[in-house]
Antibody, heavy 118, light 113 residues
Framework: QVRLVESGGGVVRPGRSLRLSCAAS????????IHWVRQAPGKGLEWVAD????????YYADSVRGRFTISRDNSKNTLYLQMNSLRPDDTAVYYC???????????WGQGTLVTVSS | DVVMTQSPLSLPVTLGQPASISCRSS???????????LNWFQQRPGQSPRRLIY???NRDSGVPERFSGSGSGTDFTLKISRVEADDVGVYYC??????????FGQGTKVEIK
């Protein structure tokens, strides 16, 4: 069973940092690129970042570039998102997902809520 | 960046009636490999999104046959032949042809009249 489980969300002050994790199981994690997608309260889906299967290529949305860092540890089947200099508009549920890029399967975690507030 | 525009943004539907959602892209989604990478997702209230359709018209395993996708180039459509109560939620199109970034439509909220 393909599964992604996010953790690490919480309430944080503006300007502070937070690291999200996503544990994968049920598929060959090291063979696939994987993404973070977020959803602000009551809003739509926004792509945040992507990392290639081996970690050699990383891409970021303009809204987070220079503040967020995506990484992965294939030995632990885990994806990370280091979020620095957090702002109130970063408040959202953060999903790790393959966004259905491969025809073979589509997988989303349950999401983890990040709230940036003073 | 490719802009994805969905319409309508709100779609009240009577149970058993058809529903149709349009998704238009700001540039063609035909990839240089000849494929068109346009997915449709459903997000039920309180749940994570799930893919319904990949590459324009391929229905995912377990997705009811009443869901179908069509289109080409810049114009795409998701149709529900007969809406059921279980179909309530928000539907998103997403392109994966021109990246980064991967871009979503604004979402279309389907509700029962």
């Amino acid at each position: 069973q393909v599964r992604l489980v996010e953790s690490g969300g919480g309430v944080v002050r503006p300007g502070r940092s937070l690291r999200l994790s996503c544990a994968a199981s049920g598929f060959s994690f090291s063979s696939y690129g994987i993404h973070w997608v977020r959803q602000a309260p009551g809003k739509g889906l926004e792509w945040v970042a992507d990392i290639s299967y081996d970690g050699s290529n990383k891409y970021y949305a303009d809204s987070v570039r220079g503040r967020f860092t995506i990484s992965r540890d294939n030995s632990k089947n885990t994806l990370y998102l280091q979020m620095n200099s957090l702002r109130p508009d970063d408040t959202a549920v953060y999903y790790c997902t393959n966004i259905g890029i491969t025809p073979a399967f589509d997988c989303w975690g349950q999401g983890t809520l990040v709230t940036v507030s003073s | 960046d490719v802009v994805m525009t969905q319409s309508p943004l709100s779609l009240p539907v009577t149970l058993g009636q058809p529903a149709s959602i349009s998704c238009r892209s700001s540039q063609t989604l035909v990839h240089t490999d000849g494929n068109t990478y346009l997915n449709w997702f459903q997000q039920r209230p309180g749940q994570s999104p799930r893919r319904l359709i990949y590459m324009v018209s391929n229905r995912d395993s377990g997705v009811p046959e009443r869901f179908s996708g069509s289109g080409s180039g810049t114009d795409f459509t998701l149709k529900i032949s007969r809406v059921e109560a279980d179909d309530v939620g928000v539907y998103y199109c997403m392109q994966a042809t021109h990246w980064p970034p991967w871009t979503f439509g604004q979402g279309t909220k389907v509700e029962i009249k």
